[in-house]
């Protein structure tokens, strides 16, 4: 079995920096793309960052300059560095990865169980 556990998730002022973090963990062979998606009240789930195994990134535009993507390929983790927080950044946080559980088994999509990030004075 295969879980994605997420932790960072709070409540900050605006201007404010957090940090997120999400671990895979279970019966992994390997691990392709990683990345963050988020979800607001009454909107469409939206990619924020994505990472691949090799470090190519792709960044909502909301969020370019603000957000930064990292992974560590070692401890099957990814992580999501927010800075310059808005109100409009709030939402739930989920990570994703693409994961392959043995050598002659098809990638599938594995989800975090969600992080709620609240920006607000």
């Known amino acids: 079995q295969v879980q994605l556990v997420e932790s960072g998730g709070d409540l900050v002022q605006p201007g404010g920096s957090l940090r997120l973090s999400c671990a895979a963990s279970?019966?992994?062979?390997?691990?392709?793309?990683m990345g963050w998606y988020r979800q607001s009240a009454g909107k469409q789930r939206e990619l924020v960052a994505a990472?691949?195994?090799?470090?190519?990134?792709n960044y909502a535009d909301s969020v370019k300059g603000r957000f930064t993507i990292s992974r560590d390929n070692a401890k099957n983790t990814v992580s999501l560095q927010m800075n310059s927080l808005k109100p409009e950044d709030t939402a739930v946080y989920y990570c994703?990865?693409?994961?392959?559980?043995?050598?002659?088994?098809?990638?599938?999509?594995?989800w975090g169980q969600g992080t709620q990030v609240t920006v607000s004075s």
């Open positions: 994703y990865a693409d994961i392959k559980i043995s050598y002659r088994a098809d990638t599938s999509d594995y």
């Open positions: 279970g019966n992994i062979f390997m691990i392709y793309d």
């Open positions: 990472i691949t195994r090799f470090g190519n990134t």
